[in-house]
């Protein structure tokens, strides 16, 4: 009787287990099912929006025929690019354009709006890359210092110079870098980005807003780490401070500010509007700024979208990767 109740166990074990696997699938499906379901209503938002709003600064096309241009060539224009269709036909028709990421041509040039926008990316890339590596290099260390004893009068004296440092907005903290290092020292450009020496106002102008801010929260998230049972544990099998900082409270400190990391990476994506206007940083912040002016409505259009999906692309992997990494939200939505 035991053998034929062991049997039935086991095989009762086996189908379960089929099940339970398809069940663990489906469950770690369904944050990218809700991800998905956001970047659809992100989609049909941001492209009515634009549609409805960007016309109202201007007619486009009185734009593009010109000042001068006679009433009959600007109804020409209407009738070419179909300016002159019921609002719901233009609506459709820009829609299936943005699927297609064709925004038409610039206004400006003549190029294709998205060709516009993609050769000013990879200037923006390389300046989010340089400011959040050195972001990184910098605050991670320093928060860690400032936490581990953050009662110590040096620690203190640090803290409150990362305080100072957080209200202090990072386009003047530029311009003080260009006065003292371009104009009076003479050691580096303050203009474009063809050098590597003009890499470095720019970097440390974006670094000294983000720094303070990511080290305050590592800061905060070791001296709490420090409090927790495993760290008492460790300490009571005679681990040294610096094994107890650096292999138990900074790597959870870390997780803890992973989000922050994903939000200040996505908000240089989005174009450091200020930073690259001051050092002539040929960026898509730059760009938003000489196209909106000129009422250069297709490559204004193109700029949104791909802010837009660089922005949530960067949330959606930072989302994800924290649920990854942190077994205690893996079963919330």
Avoid: C
Avoid at 79 to 101: E, I, M, S, T
Avoid at 127 to 135: S, V
Avoid at 203 to 223: I, Q
Wanted: net charge neutral; hydrophobic share 55%; aromatic share 12%.
């Amino acid at each position: 009787m035991s053998e034929i109740s062991s049997t039935a166990k086991l095989t009762t074990d086996a189908g379960a287990s089929p099940a339970r696997s398809r069940a663990e699938a489906l469950g770690a499906l369904v944050p990218i099912a809700l991800k998905l379901r956001d970047l659809v209503v992100l989609l049909l938002a941001l492209v009515t929006l634009l549609f409805v709003l960007l016309p109202l600064a201007g007619d486009p096309a009185q734009v593009m025929a010109g000042m001068d241009a006679t009433p009959a060539q600007i109804d020409a224009i209407r009738a070419k690019y179909g300016f002159d269709q019921p609002w719901w036909v233009q609506y459709f028709r820009y829609w299936g354009n943005v699927l297609q990421f064709d925004f038409g041509e610039s206004l400006a040039s003549g190029q294709p709006a998205m060709e516009v926008v993609l050769t000013h990316l990879p200037a923006t890339l390389l300046l989010t890359f340089l400011a959040m590596g050195f972001t990184i290099a910098v605050s991670v260390p320093l928060g860690a210092w400032l936490g581990f004893r953050p009662d110590a009068v040096t620690r203190r004296i640090g803290a409150w110079l990362v305080f100072f440092f957080q209200g202090v907005p990072g386009f003047v903290f530029g311009l003080v870098l260009i006065q003292i290092f371009a104009v009076n020292l003479r050691w580096v450009p303050s203009l474009g980005y063809e050098t590597p020496a003009a890499w470095i106002l720019p970097t440390l102008a974006l670094s000294a807003f983000l720094v303070p801010k990511l080290t305050r929260v590592v800061a905060a998230n070791v001296a709490e780490a420090m409090r927790e049972d495993y760290v008492r544990t460790a300490r009571a099998f005679g681990a040294t401070r610096r094994e107890i900082l650096w292999r138990h409270a900074l790597p959870n400190a870390l997780l803890g500010a992973a989000a922050l990391i994903g939000t200040q990476f996505a908000f240089l994506l989005s174009g450091t509007v200020i930073i690259e206007r001051i050092f002539s940083w040929p960026g898509i912040g730059w760009l938003l700024i000489e196209r909106t002016q000129t009422l250069d409505f297709p490559v204004v259009q193109a700029l949104a979208m791909l802010i837009a999906l660089m922005v949530f692309a960067v949330n959606t992997i930072t989302d994800l990767s924290f649920r990854y990494l942190d077994p205690r939200i893996k079963g919330t939505n």
